[in-house]
Nanobody, 124 residues
Framework: QVQLVETGGGLVQAGGSLRLSCAAS????????VAWFRQAPGQEREFVAG????????NYKDSVKGRFAISRDNAKNAVYLQMNSLKPEDTAVYYC?????????????????WGQGAQVTVSS
């Protein structure tokens, strides 16, 4: 089974940028669709962005469209989330998740492999 590790979180001012990385080990990530989720304190985990196995299909939560971009490099066994124009409401723990089915659905239960999470804090 693939293991996932997120890096790149941190503290940034509103309007700033961060790039999260999700590195896979154990086996290739190229057979997996991958998504980023986030969870703020007291709230449910929510879908942020997803990318298909080949990278040809991507989808985003409405509130991050135009600000966030998901990408993958199968040669490096990694997936990325570029986050621009960050807002305080983007503050959360961000999780990388993988599944072997086609596409990247928004449901938490569709994913069977999760990273440990990376804290993103956006100050106003």
């Amino acid at each position: 089974q693939v293991q996932l590790v997120e890096t790149g979180g941190g503290l940034v001012q509103a309007g700033g940028s961060l790039r999260l990385s999700c590195a896979a080990s154990g086996r290739t990530l190229s057979n997996n669709a991958v998504a980023w989720f986030r969870q703020a304190p007291g709230q449910e985990r929510e879908f942020v962005a997803g990318i298909s196995q080949s990278g040809g299909l991507v989808n985003y939560k409405d509130s991050v469209k135009g600000r966030f971009a998901i990408s993958r490099d199968n040669a490096k066994n990694a997936v990325y989330l570029q986050m621009n124009s960050l807002k305080p409401e983007d503050t959360a723990v961000y999780y990388c998740a993988a599944r072997q089915g086609f596409g990247a659905p928004v449901a938490v239960y569709a994913y069977d492999t999760w990273g440990q999470g990376a804290q993103v804090t956006v100050s106003s």
